[in-house]
């Protein structure tokens, strides 16, 4: 029910425009090792949908004839589609800057022992999901036994080189609140991070990204099973602030979808909203060309609050 007040309502959001093209965010299947309960693409274990190889290869000559210089990967866990090396070390020939949106969990799983030597061994640069710092509350977000499995996964990368002070190899790690509020401060709850977790399990990282939970698929499941959807909805309006609009991720990103259809962002992807600010029919990537999208109008919705409420909210974090 969400899903379509979101997409249908009219909304009172800014118009915003796109600039030039950056950054390319595939979005490689819905499958995911874990069922978190703020996840807006509500992936897990029984999702089936995944990209083939021939949409990989598409993915791959857009960002040649286009001249794409970041590609950002996510999911579900990106890492659990079949094609996942194979796209990491094809963009890497290329020297494009990879971005693997990762659970952490995924480099304990079965199967996965080499993952992390993989995106060392290819300067894949981490972007972890640690929601809190404390046992207890990532547990209960993400299932039990999460919290130390993260932990071990974060100490084989530091073992390899991430997040050490001179390293090359980047990793930020990504907090979600876990209830209907807006983060806090994330400069403070990254020195918060840094501390704890080096006092307690002598784990480094570069940066902490602070992002707001958007209320699409299971958080807004969550809500409206509480009658929380509204209340959280209008706080997200009553924080609006407009200095944040120039830095909302989806004017210089587009996110592909595990058919290659293109989406202004990953919130529109789950929410079924085409490219720009019609209701037109869906834009596959082999229609698309990077030279036609600036300048043109986003699709946006009353979700949108969700990125600029607060300190703002984008695929990097806070925004002010």
């Known amino acids: 029910m969400h899903d379509t007040l979101a997409y249908l309502e009219p909304t009172d959001f800014p118009?915003?425009?796109?600039?030039?093209?950056?950054?390319?965010?595939?979005n490689l299947g819905y499958l995911c090792n874990l069922s978190c309960t703020h996840c807006h693409v509500n992936a897990g274990p029984k999702r089936t949908e995944l990209m083939d190889k021939a949409t990989v290869d598409l993915v791959l000559e857009f960002i040649c004839r286009?001249?794409?210089?970041?590609?950002?990967?996510?999911?579900?866990?990106?890492?659990?589609?079949?094609?996942?090396?194979?796209?990491?070390?094809?963009?890497?020939?290329?020297?494009?800057?990879?971005?693997?949106?990762?659970n952490l969990v995924i480099l304990q799983e079965l199967g996965y022992e080499d993952l992390a030597k993989f995106l060392a061994g290819n300067q894949?640069?981490?972007?972890a999901s640690l929601p809190c710092y404390l046992e207890d509350n990532v547990d209960r977000q993400r299932g039990k036994g999460t919290f130390s499995a993260s932990i071990?996964?974060?100490?084989?990368?530091?073992?390899?080189?991430?997040?050490?002070?001179?390293?090359?190899?980047?990793?930020?790690?990504?907090?979600?609140?876990?209830d209907n509020h807006l983060p806090p401060d994330q400069k403070a709850l990254e020195v918060a991070y840094k501390q704890h977790l080096f006092e307690h399990y002598g784990i480094v990282f570069n940066q902490l990204y602070a992002m707001a939970n958007l209320p699409i698929q299971r958080f807004g499941s969550m809500l409206i099973s509480k009658g929380l959807f509204a209340d959280y909805l209008q706080l997200l309006k009553d924080n609006y602030r407009q200095e944040n609009l120039p830095g909302v991720m989806c004017r210089n990103t587009i996110s592909i979808d595990w058919q290659g259809f293109v989406y202004d962002c990953d919130f529109n992807q789950m929410l079924n909203l085409p490219l720009g600010a019609g209701l037109s029919n869906r834009t596959h990537l082999s229609e698309l060309h990077s030279d036609s999208l600036a300048g043109s109008a986003i699709a946006v919705r009353q979700h949108c609050y969700g990125c600029t409420a607060g300190q703002g909210s984008s695929c990097g974090g806070a925004i002010a």
């Open 124 to 127: 894949v640069e981490i972007v």
């Open 152 to 178: 071990a996964a974060l100490k084989q990368l530091n073992d390899l080189g991430y997040g050490q002070v001179d390293s090359q190899l980047k990793l930020n790690l990504v907090f979600n609140p876990q």
């Open 15 to 26: 118009a915003i425009k796109r600039t030039a093209l950056e950054v390319l965010q595939v």
């Open 66 to 102: 286009e001249n794409i210089h970041i590609l950002d990967l996510t999911g579900g866990a990106p890492e659990m589609n079949p094609h996942f090396n194979y796209l990491v070390e094809q963009a890497r020939a290329m020297d494009v800057a990879v971005i693997d949106r990762c």
